[in-house]
């Protein structure tokens, strides 16, 4: 079984422009996360879908974030525009339904704004 | 105060010894218990995870949560190289959903 994947594995991109992190589950998982690490933090979560539906977004540090759920399948994060804070590795993660404690994780996208 | 704390170390043993890991927590409400390894520029892998208290085994990992205290363990018996990695503890609420993370600690196993 294929595991949770992330596209790119990095990106480095100027301060102002935009970059769109691409996150796919593992195949049959209903529930989906974002979450990230800035250089010498924890692991923070940004938000969680069920399906297509955002269920909890409250992570989402402000509104130059944008994350969507295709069809409940593939997900996407915007950062728009990005900001050097912004730095960081993004990790997705999935789970079946109904555990959602049973969460596996992509291998992340590092992204640095410089 | 974070939610949870965890000791980044870096730890180091020798091949064949029990490891012992920690995270202490403030939030009374954490019901699930998780523990990741991750290997460096991988993502974390779920080793195990607990409901409540009690202990749990899976072969040479056993997982120990203590809410009355609000501390949680990994243990590693006989301990291999290839577990040489960072590993994170991570707690959540009951709805199990958003995961609250320790920093990670560093774990060296000298052959």
């Known amino acids: 079984e294929a595991g949770v994947t992330q596209f790119p594995s990095h990106s480095v991109i100027e301060k102002g422009q935009t970059v769109t992190l691409r996150c796919d589950p593992i195949?049959?998982?209903?529930?989906l996360y974002w979450y990230r690490r800035v250089m010498g933090k924890e692991i923070k979560f940004l938000l969680h879908?069920?399906?297509?539906?955002?269920?909890?977004e409250s992570g989402m540090p402000n509104n130059r974030f944008l994350a969507e759920r295709t069809g409940g399948t593939y997900s996407t994060l915007k950062v728009q525009p990005a900001e050097l804070e912004d730095s960081g590795v993004y990790f997705c993660a999935s789970s079946p339904y109904p555990s959602p404690y049973e969460q596996y994780f992509g291998p992340g996208t590092r992204l640095t704004v410089t | 105060q974070k939610e949870v704390e965890q000791d980044p170390g870096p730890l180091s043993v020798p091949e064949g010894a029990i490891v012992s890991l920690n995270c202490t927590y403030s939030n009374s409400a954490f019901q699930y218990f998780m523990w990741y390894r991750q290997y460096s520029r991988k993502g974390p892998e779920l080793l195990m995870y607990?409901?409540?208290?009690g202990n749990k085994e899976d072969g040479r990992f056993t997982a120990q949560v203590d809410k009355s205290s609000k501390y949680i363990s990994l243990f590693i018996r006989d301990s291999q190289p290839s577990d040489s990695a960072t590993y994170l503890c991570?707690?959540?609420?009951?709805?199990?959903?958003?995961?609250?993370f320790g920093t990670g600690t560093s774990l060296t196993v000298i052959p």
């Open positions: 991570a707690m959540s609420l009951n709805t199990g959903n958003q995961f609250y």
């Open positions: 607990t409901y409540s208290s």
């Open positions: 879908f069920v399906k297509e539906s955002k269920q909890d």
């Open positions: 195949s049959g998982h209903d529930n």
